[in-house]
């Protein structure tokens, strides 16, 4: 069955630890929910999450939807946000999990990235490399969220032109944000093929727009 | 001696040995220097003391189990809603005793364990959602139950979560959400049947749960004086906005077009006879090459700039959202045989299917890229461009007789055949023919007659776009000449 590839970078450096990781949770929670009422999605959504701060770790590989466990995520005390190694981890996940088509296989419909950061990445300079190698993943679409204060956008926006950013960390923003994010990966799902760019969806109130 | 002075004897005995136990316990606290008026109340706080140290041993074992049990990392699958759900694993039943499974028999589950503790929990889940499990057990004697908390989740039927919204009928370029048509062509003078052309087209369910209207179009035609046919099959790309319009202007010019140029045309009938009289000759395969040109290449064309002006008269939109893929194909009988000529750009499948003699002819290559769903479009401009247009795209062929010419989007060949290479495999054509034929008879799908004449074709090749296929839920029409 072709699968739709959605690949989410999830910050959990130091500063991500309490309130906010247990509201990026919940609003996971929400989020597998919520596409598990969607016919499309439940058969064709694949999910992966990596979480980055001074490790980078693919906790959930390429998963449908259907057969999703969500694991513990876990934050250290402090360190470093790697974010520029995550984005080289998720390049090696795509090579080796995504499915081209071929003669014999039907490919994958194309992937989607979401990349939840709230800070800025602490290798910037393999962070700035890794940008023309995630590009040339050929994603359906890129979706950057700057959570919280402290976020910087400037980094992100060289990544992607659709960033947006969080007010707050707690439970409501991150349960809309995600919420908005299942909404995105129906609109995946529907426009397969026919168009280079998503036409997303609009964001919640508490999802601003960067321009 | 009798009974009573059994008992009686038994009595005594045990008396003696108690006053025994208590004189030597009596002696070891004089030993111990215990003053008389402290004797009762060091009882009591010894005899205290020890019980709490044996309660909290008995604790502590019980939590080294819960631990344990805990540390087994028991998780269950996620399952689906009515189907058949089993998972298993084991307890150390040498450790742990009344063991149960709350919540199960509410979820419609069977939770059963062996006398080794090989468990397994079974059964068709009644409800969809995520629900949670409480695995309760008993560790040692005089504890407290334990409890362990199990996530479950079933996933809802698919199936059951679709929904058909109509198409609001105030859109601009509206569209009926399905099609069906019977082209009867009544036999020939000499009492000979021909062949008829049945279409169906049907909205996606991935349209449908939104009320977004469908985007395929087909459009058919038979000239009864020159006894051409034309079909021609468009799929409208799935996000462009007016898509549903520029896959009908494409048909619609195409057979337009044919039709002009097919009514009367003694030299393209000419070229045809000549070049069969001698197919070695490249004189004649090159006149007739010019003739398809004209009439097949320049519709491909004229539906190419049909769409682009339609796209010119909307203020608000651009020629990519008409986007849309186009087949379309020329045929008539002679007496020595069917002319077929083609063109195709995009993906789906047209293909010339002969049962009698095992053959599947694909006319032409699906447009397809490294991703699924990636495809071209007759709105591209580079594929007019491309200086082997003709060559990749322009089929002619000529055979003895075949059993049916299929176009059809790729809402209905990408679920039959997945690949590029069961598209070139005639066993697959034979599989597809014969599942055309008897539906999905588990789905309660029928299928289609496809005996000559039989206008209820029509509809039963609607019905049979209905199948059931995970994950392939976009427009699908088929039009199929036999």
């Known amino acids: ?211 | 001696m009798n009974r009573q002075q059994r008992i009686a004897s038994r009595h005594n005995l045990t008396v003696a040995r108690l006053n025994d136990t208590a004189r030597a316990l009596d002696k070891a606290i004089i030993r111990a220097g215990v003053p008389q008026a402290d004797r009762e109340p060091f009882i009591d706080w010894t005899v205290s003391l020890l019980w709490q140290q044996y309660k909290d041993q008995r604790m502590n074992q019980r939590l080294i189990i819960e631990n344990e049990i805990r540390n087994l990392g028991i998780r269950f699958p996620n399952g689906t809603v009515k189907k058949e759900y089993t998972t298993c694993f084991k307890l150390p039943f040498d450790k742990i005793s009344d063991v149960s499974l709350e919540g199960a028999g509410d979820l419609g589950l069977d939770f059963d364990c062996t006398a080794a503790g090989e468990c397994s929990l079974s059964g068709r889940p009644l409800k969809a959602g995520d629900f949670t499990l409480v695995l309760r057990y008993h560790t040692v004697e005089g504890e407290p139950a334990s409890e362990l908390k199990i996530p479950l989740a079933f996933n809802p039927d698919p199936r059951e979560l679709w929904v058909n919204k109509p198409t609001s009928r105030d859109i601009i370029f509206y569209k009926e959400d399905s099609e069906t048509a019977y082209l009867k062509v009544e036999a020939g003078e000499d009492g000979s049947p021909k062949k008829d052309i049945v279409a169906a087209s049907q909205r996606g369910r991935s349209h449908a749960q939104e009320g977004r209207p469908r985007d395929d179009h087909f459009s058919l035609f038979h000239c009864d004086d020159s006894d051409w046919y034309v079909i021609a099959v468009a799929d409208g790309a799935g996000s462009a906005k007016f898509s549903r319009r520029g896959s009908q202007v494409a048909c619609e010019r195409v057979i337009d077009h044919c039709r002009s140029l097919l009514a009367d045309n003694m030299a393209f009938e000419t070229a045809i006879r000549e070049f069969e009289a001698d197919r070695t000759d490249a004189g004649k395969r090159t006149a007739l090459t010019r003739h398809v040109i004209d009439i097949v290449y320049q519709g491909a064309i004229k539906a190419h700039e049909a769409v682009k002006k339609a796209a010119e008269a909307n203020e608000s939109a651009v020629l990519k959202d008409f986007a849309t893929t186009l087949m379309f194909a020329i045929c008539k009988r002679y007496d020595f045989g069917w002319f077929i000529a083609s063109f195709w750009v995009g993906d789906g499948a047209m293909c010339l299917f002969d049962a009698n003699n095992k053959t599947a002819k694909l006319l032409g290559t699906p447009d397809e890229g490294e991703f699924s769903g990636q495809t071209r479009f007759l709105t591209m401009p580079e594929i007019f461009r491309d200086p082997d247009v003709v060559a990749k795209r322009l089929r002619m062929a000529i055979v003895p007789d075949f059993t049916a010419l299929f176009l059809m989007t790729d809402g209905v060949s990408d679920p039959m055949f997945e690949t590029d290479r069961n598209l070139n495999d005639y066993s697959r054509w034979e599989e597809f023919y014969n599942r055309l034929r008897q539906g999905f008879p588990d789905d309660e799908i029928g299928g289609v007659d496809l005996s000559d004449d039989n206008e209820a074709a029509k509809d039963q090749l609607l019905g049979w776009l209905d199948f059931w296929s995970p994950g392939n839920h976009d427009d699908r029409t088929i039009a199929i000449l036999y």
């Open chain 1, 1 to 211: 069955m072709r699968r739709l590839p959605v690949y989410l970078l999830i910050d959990t450096s130091g500063s991500m630890r309490g309130e906010p990781i247990e509201s990026v949770k919940v609003g996971l929670e929400a989020m597998v929910s919520s596409l598990r009422q969607d016919p499309f999605a439940l058969e064709s959504v694949n999910i992966s999450i990596i979480t980055y701060d001074r490790d980078v770790k693919q906790i959930l590989p390429l998963t449908p939807l259907d057969e999703l466990q969500l694991p513990e995520i876990t934050t250290p005390e402090s360190g470093p946000t790697h974010t520029g190694q995550a984005l080289r981890l998720l390049c090696e996940k795509i090579d080796s999990e995504v499915r081209l088509s071929t003669p014999d296989e039907k490919g994958d419909w194309m992937p989607l990235l979401f990349l939840m950061t709230d800070g800025k990445p602490s290798d910037i300079q393999l962070y700035n490399e890794m940008i023309p190698e995630v590009r040339k993943r050929h994603f359906a679409s890129i979706i950057a969220c700057a959570a919280g204060m402290s976020a910087r956008t400037e980094p992100l926006k060289a990544l992607t032109d659709e960033v947006y950013s969080l007010d707050t960390v707690d439970s409501t923003a991150f349960k809309k944000f995600f919420k908005w994010v299942s909404d995105s990966i129906g609109v995946g799902n529907r426009s397969i093929g026919a168009t280079d760019n998503l036409v997303l969806p609009p964001p919640p109130d508490e999802v601003n727009v960067i321009v």
